[in-house]
């Protein structure tokens, strides 16, 4: 059984850093694409990012673009989210989520099959 667990959120101002982290705890990491989503107050959850079960492949959502990274160590079963230039907008709950998957293509987002249970983001302005 797979069971993801994030780390790393917190409260920041607006233009800060934060890294993500989610540990990947059971069979498959290395055979499986992760994503980030994240849910704001009164919203509902959306794609951040991306990262094929190789690592080549990476994709983000607009809003994010240039200023989030996505990365993944395969031998730790760990992927990471490294965000730059937080804004208030970025402010919500982010989840890692896992999909078994040899594709070099970004999985749908309703594929996923497993999920984390969340870490707090906020940002102030």
């Known amino acids: 059984q797979v069971q993801l667990v994030e780390s790393g959120g917190g409260l920041v101002q607006a233009g800060g850093s934060l890294r993500l982290s989610c540990i990947y705890s059971?069979?498959?990491?290395?055979?499986?694409?992760m994503g980030w989503f994240r849910q704001a107050p009164g919203e509902q959850r959306e794609f951040v990012s991306a990262?094929?079960?190789?690592?080549?492949?990476?994709y983000y959502a607009d809003s994010v673009l240039g200023r989030f990274a996505i990365s993944r160590d395969n031998a730790k079963t760990t992927v990471f989210l490294q965000m730059n230039s937080l804004k208030p907008d970025d402010t919500g709950i982010y989840y890692c989520?896992?999909?078994?998957?040899?594709?070099?293509?970004?999985?749908?987002?309703?594929?996923?099959?497993?999920w984390g249970q969340g870490t707090q983001v906020t940002v102030s302005s």
């Open positions: 989520a896992a999909k078994r998957s040899l594709t070099s293509t970004r999985p749908p987002d309703t594929a996923y099959e497993s």
């Open positions: 059971g069979p498959g990491f290395s055979s499986s694409a």
């Open positions: 990262i094929t079960w190789s690592g080549t492949n990476k």
